[in-house]
């Protein structure tokens, strides 16, 4: 019989997209095939108050954390913090950067996103992460119109790390979670320019998900019942049900990684658009 995996917390704070550091999250946590990574991205992270934010979050579901932050007194804020909390944090560049000065013979610039071209392409994807992460989680719905993509899920079918993951490409996407008993925000059925797509996975996958989130349910949820298997199939009928009345597309994220469910969606675009 086939063993579960594992679920572990991984914490990915970046004061740029965060594509860099999500790469290489993802290349390493690949090579530990018994372990699956839940992802927490935190992009344009570049103040003391956001900083905080994000360790109250790692606080809160305690993990790996590996950062790309440049500023030293923010880096050294989350080296100390982490320490105190007792849980891993690698600061990915800062070996790198220690090679290349002692080679070069040049400390580094410590410039902020310096990878990237200040071009239309990355001003187009910074906006999209400004979208994505003001629209997480149903919030903002008079803007939905404004959209390329809106993602339609219950909780814990990978709303946010695709979200995320989108908006790094310039796809500005928002997402909401479907919750039975309580409706979508109206502007949602009122929206003619995104595409909505319904996300959907086993009922087996979610509960292991579920297990594993120490936070428990997105609002609106009876704690008690968040990982119990018969209601989260109820969960998953309601929004099946709900993408068929509306003729909305859904996309199984079961077996999917966080790319090949983005490029699934983005198939979508041309054939309905």
């Not at 891993?88 to 013979?105: E, R």
């Not at 071209?117 to 997480?136: P, T």
């Not at 009122?190 to 996975?201: C, K, N, Q, Y």
Request: with cysteine.
């Amino acid at each position: 019989m086939e063993n579960k995996k594992n679920f572990f917390h991984l914490h990915l704070i970046s004061d740029s997209t965060g594509e860099t550091l999500i790469a290489a999250g993802r290349a390493a946590a690949a090579q530990f095939k018994s372990s699956s990574a839940i992802e927490h991205v935190y992009p344009l992270i570049r103040h003391r108050k956001q900083i905080l934010a994000v360790l109250e979050s790692i606080d809160y579901e305690p993990g790996i954390v590996l950062y790309t932050i440049v500023d030293e007194e923010l880096a050294a804020l989350i080296d100390e913090r982490c320490r105190t909390m007792g849980v891993p944090c690698v600061n990915v560049l800062k070996p790198v950067l220690a090679t290349f000065q002692a080679y070069l013979g040049a400390p580094s610039r410590g410039r902020v996103g310096a990878q990237h071209a200040l071009n239309a392409d990355y001003f187009r994807r910074i906006e999209a992460l400004n979208f994505a992460m003001d629209h997480d989680d149903g919030q903002m719905p008079e803007d939905y119109d404004e959209a390329d993509i809106v993602l339609i899920g219950i909780s814990r079918t990978s709303k946010t790390p695709t979200s995320i993951y989108l908006a790094n490409r310039g796809i500005k996407t928002a997402n909401i979670p479907i919750v039975p008993g309580h409706d979508l925000p109206e502007s949602l059925y009122r929206t003619t320019r995104p595409l909505i797509v319904g996300l959907v996975a086993t009922t087996d996958r979610i509960s292991q998900v579920r297990e594993h989130r120490e936070l428990g349910a997105t609002g609106g949820y009876d704690r008690n019942h968040y990982t119990d298997r018969a209601a989260i199939n109820e969960e998953l009928k309601y929004a099946r049900t709900l993408c068929s009345r509306h003729n909305w597309p859904i996309i199984d994220v079961t077996r999917r990684s966080i790319e090949e469910t983005a490029a699934a969606i983005v198939a979508l675009r041309p054939k309905l658009r």
